[in-house]
Structures are given as structure tokens and as C-alpha cells.
């Protein structure tokens, strides 16, 4: 799941967002006879993210202590976790996945649902940007 989104609210958010671009781009849903499907793949990794920091050290002059012209290089590491979505373009009569797009995000926090709304759809127009392929 994303945040705290259920599995649900999630595809009723990427769904929406699809429709969304495709009408944009001009293409219409087609019950009966669709030119293309549109499968979508979520997935959410914990990953290392290492921060180089340097810490001053000091160095006596004098009766107060000073800032010292060198530093202690530091590595911090803290985990954070990056979402993935790939749209996948699907021949219909076949099932064969003919074009595929994908963002990668890092995600923060349980936001609020217009927040993680607003992220899916951003995602899925920068997918969907490069479709049709030239």
C-alpha cells in the first residue's frame, strides 16, 4: 500500500488517473472492442540512502577552544522508501504487453489523500507523456 492508503483507494486513484490523461491525450474508454488494456504494477522497497557529513573539530588556542580548520568526514544512513508505477499497454487479443512506462518516487510519510492523489496523478501524466511512442 501507499502511506496509509488501502489497496482499494490506491487503484481507484491510478485508475482515475489513466482515464484522466487518456481522454486528455483524445482516447475513449471502449467496452466492447478496446484498442488497448491498461494493467498498472505498484511496488514499495525500503532502501539505504548513505549522507556524507562532515563534523568540525576543535583545536586549542589560546584559554577558549576554536573551530578548527579541519573536519571529521560521516557517513549518516537513514532508510526511506521509493515507490514504483508501471503502466503497462496491453494488445488485448493477445495479452501481450506492447509499450510500458514507469516512475519512481520517494515516498514520505502517510500524507494527506489529496496529497497522495495529486502524486499519483503527477506520475501518471509523466508516464503517460511518452505514449503513444513516436
Do not use: C, N
Not at 489497496?7 to 474508454?29: N, P
Not at 521509493?82 to 506492447?98: H, K, M, R
Request: avoid cysteine; hydrophobic fraction near 35%.
Amino acid at each position: 500500500s501507499y502511506g496509509s492508503m488501502d489497496d482499494a483507494a490506491l487503484g481507484s486513484a491510478i485508475v482515475r488517473s489513466v482515464d484522466e490523461t487518456l481522454d486528455g491525450k483524445g482516447y475513449r474508454q471502449e467496452a466492447s472492442r478496446p484498442d488497448f488494456l491498461v494493467k498498472w504494477h505498484v511496488s514499495v522497497e525500503s532502501r539505504p540512502q548513505s549522507t556524507p557529513m562532515a563534523t568540525p573539530t576543535f583545536r586549542d588556542v589560546g584559554p577558549m577552544p576554536s573551530a578548527g580548520s579541519t573536519s571529521v568526514p560521516v557517513m549518516v544512513t537513514r532508510q526511506y522508501r521509493e515507490g514504483t508505477l508501471i503502466l503497462d499497454i496491453v494488445d488485448p487479443g493477445s495479452d501481450t504487453v506492447v509499450w510500458r512506462g514507469s516512475a519512481q518516487a520517494q515516498l514520505a510519510g502517510s500524507g494527506e489523500p489529496q496529497t497522495r492523489q495529486a502524486r499519483i496523478q503527477t506520475a501518471v501524466r509523466r508516464i503517460l507523456e511518452r505514449f503513444p511512442p513516436q
